[in-house]
C-alpha cells in the first residue's frame, strides 16, 4: 500500500510563502507522476501543479509565476512552494501520486492566508 505524508501548512500572513512536502513510501512500481491539488470550502477539487518523472512541469494558469513545483526521485518526494500567497490561496492541498498501475492522494495540508 502507498503511504502518502504531507507536511509544511500552516497559518501564513498574504504575501507570505511557504514549502509543502509530499513523501511517498511502499510503492512497487514506478512513479510516473507526482503532483498538488487543492481544494477551498464549497469548492471542487482543482490542479495546482504535476509533475511527471523526467518531464516538465505542468501549472494551473492562474498560478503559473506563484509556486513552482519539484521532485526528488531519490527520495520520492514532491515540493511545491507557494510564494506571494493570496486570501483566495486558502485551501487544503493534496498530494497526489501516480504510478504505473494506480493513483493515490494524501491526506491533506491545510493553508491557511490571513492577516
Known amino acids: 500500500q502507498v503511504r502518502l505524508v504531507e507536511s509544511g501548512g500552516g497559518l501564513v500572513q498574504p504575501g507570505g510563502s511557504l514549502r509543502l512536502s509530499c513523501a511517498a513510501s511502499?510503492?512497487?512500481?514506478?512513479?510516473?507522476?507526482m503532483g498538488w491539488y487543492r481544494q477551498a470550502p464549497g469548492n471542487q477539487r482543482e490542479l495546482v501543479a504535476t509533475?511527471?518523472?523526467?518531464?516538465?512541469?505542468n501549472y494551473a494558469d492562474s498560478m503559473k509565476g506563484r509556486f513552482t513545483i519539484s521532485i526528488d526521485l531519490a527520495k520520492n518526494t514532491v515540493y511545491l512552494q507557494l510564494n506571494s500567497l493570496l486570501p483566495e490561496d486558502t485551501a487544503v492541498y493534496y498530494c497526489?501520486?501516480?504510478?504505473?498501475?494506480?493513483?493515490?492522494w494524501g491526506q491533506g495540508a491545510q493553508v491557511t492566508v490571513s492577516s
Open positions: 509533475i511527471p518523472s523526467g518531464g516538465k512541469p
Open positions: 511502499g510503492s512497487r512500481f514506478r512513479i510516473n507522476a
Open positions: 497526489y501520486v501516480a504510478t504505473s498501475i494506480s493513483s493515490y
